[in-house]
């Protein structure tokens, strides 16, 4: 067993590498020294606990095996998982974060004197408000995350889900929950440390459901700020310095992305975080996909264009993930310069279903950085621009969002494709996109649509180049 001493240098060191973590995840160059320094970071802390609960016993033994089976679950998955499936597979993990709050929340209670907080029906009023946040947000971090891995993996819809007086019921259990913390502070009584975990269990469901799929890469960067809020809470419980760094880290990083998202598409930061965006029944009732005929066209054609043309702006999207074709795409471009072509991608703040989405793919194909730019720096460029090569971006470029005040995507900065003077927009067909409604960019006169898989239809056009 180490000193507590020691163990808080230890802690204190395994904080400064999370912060180097952070911010070497802030830029794609960095992003694998971030990655590093944050492994290294958790395997001390993980480390050092395991060190610090004494002898080895046999329950020391069972956490080393429970400790190894989980991390070969953990690296398995990890492997595996497609760049596609990542937004799912970071909702499920941050539902595992809350879920693990709630389950050291209920230790705590039930086993007070094993963590020096009192004893049962005697506990410390301090540790009680701790482990009942604690507990309360990682049951809503937990629900939540599910709904939104449902929703990301397509077993549930991902349109908003509403009902009459669907915000008054979650006001009334918020100020409900903060009635039971009080009680439970007063009496100390099993049933309200029950209610309060239950409760949480479905106001978690409660705030998700509504929430839109143009909204979804907000809601994990939301979902990951409060597990990191769960996990900081039951670190004040433990009196465990490592764990209340982690937390508040994560916890705030996630919150300030979440802010930046919301500025960045136009949203209200509370309503986001309050379940409240995108409760809307009133879907855009175009009816141009039926009325007006799209012009389409093959990869001689897209070839002819771009070859042609002094400035390409690339603008990927889901798609370009699903397909894979992120490689094909960056040996298209390579083509593309050698022919004198201008070439420059274009990153919505939300493209995909995760943020940074698109950038990780970029960086998987070796995409220069300093051609990769957001959506404020290029917007400007697409009116001056040749030809946009438009790679499964639905949502993020649809017109709708600067006309239509019905549409559920109002207000949501896109991408000003339209300005171009001919768009490529490759897609399987004209469905809409996730955010379940018409794009009006389909049928504009300026824009060819390439019918076809994302990645095929590239090594098409690099075949006629």
Not at 159 to 174: A, D, E, K, R, V
Request: net charge neutral; glycine share 10%.
């Amino acid at each position: 067993m180490i000193s507590s001493n020691l163990l808080a240098i230890f802690y204190l060191i395994s904080g400064v590498l999370f912060i180097l973590a952070l911010r070497g995840l802030s830029s794609p160059e960095s992003s694998r020294q971030g990655n590093l320094f944050g492994i290294i970071g958790m395997a001390l802390a993980i480390g050092m606990t395991i060190f610090s609960v004494g002898n080895f016993s046999t329950g020391f033994l069972y956490l080393i095996i429970l400790l190894l089976i989980g991390g070969s679950i953990g690296g398995f998955i990890a492997f595996k998982i497609p760049m596609t499936a990542m937004p799912e597979l970071v909702a499920g993990f941050h539902s595992l974060v809350g879920l693990a709050a709630v389950f050291v929340a209920i230790s705590a209670f039930l086993n007070p004197e094993v963590f020096n907080l009192g004893s049962p029906g005697n506990i410390k009023i301090a540790s009680l408000i701790e482990m009942s946040l604690g507990a309360a947000i990682g049951a809503i971090t937990f629900t939540g995350s599910v709904i939104a891995f449902l929703k990301l993996r397509g077993i549930m819809s991902g349109s908003p889900i509403i009902f009459f007086g669907q915000h008054y019921i979650n006001l009334t259990l918020g100020l409900l929950l903060a009635g039971l913390v009080f009680y439970l502070c007063k009496t100390q009584v099993d049933t309200w440390f029950w209610t309060i975990i239950l409760i949480s269990f479905l106001l978690g469901v409660l705030l998700i459901i509504p929430i839109g799929g143009a909204d979804m890469p907000v809601v994990i960067s939301m979902l990951n700020s409060y597990s990191g809020w769960a996990a900081a809470g039951i670190g004040f419980t433990l009196e465990n310095t490592a764990l209340i760094i982690t937390g508040a880290l994560v916890g705030s990083s996630g919150a300030i992305l979440s802010y930046i998202m919301c500025k960045g598409m136009n949203r209200s930061f509370f309503n986001v975080i309050l379940g409240g965006w995108g409760a809307t029944d009133k879907i855009s009732s175009d009816k141009s996909k039926e009325q007006k005929p799209v012009k389409s066209g093959n990869a001689d054609d897209a070839a002819f264009l771009m070859k042609n043309a002094s400035s390409v702006i690339i603008v990927p999207g889901y798609g370009m993930a699903v397909a894979q074709a992120q490689h094909a795409l960056r040996e298209m471009v390579d083509a593309l310069k050698k022919n004198g072509v201008k070439v420059t991608y274009a990153i919505h703040p939300v493209a995909g279903r995760m943020p940074g989405h698109m950038n990780v793919l970029l960086a998987e194909a070796n995409v220069p950085y300093d051609e990769v730019f957001e959506l404020e720096e290029i917007n400007n460029d697409f009116a001056n621009c040749d030809v946009a090569y438009v790679i499964g971006a639905n949502d993020v470029t649809n017109p709708v969002a600067k006309t239509d005040p019905q549409s559920p995507i109002y207000g949501m900065p896109v991408l000003d494709v339209e300005k171009c003077k001919s768009v490529l927009f490759v897609k399987r067909s004209l469905s809409p996109g996730y955010a379940g409604i018409d794009n009006d960019l389909f049928y504009r006169d300026n824009t060819l649509m390439l019918f076809a898989d994302a990645k095929k239809m590239t090594e098409d056009i690099i075949k006629s180049l």
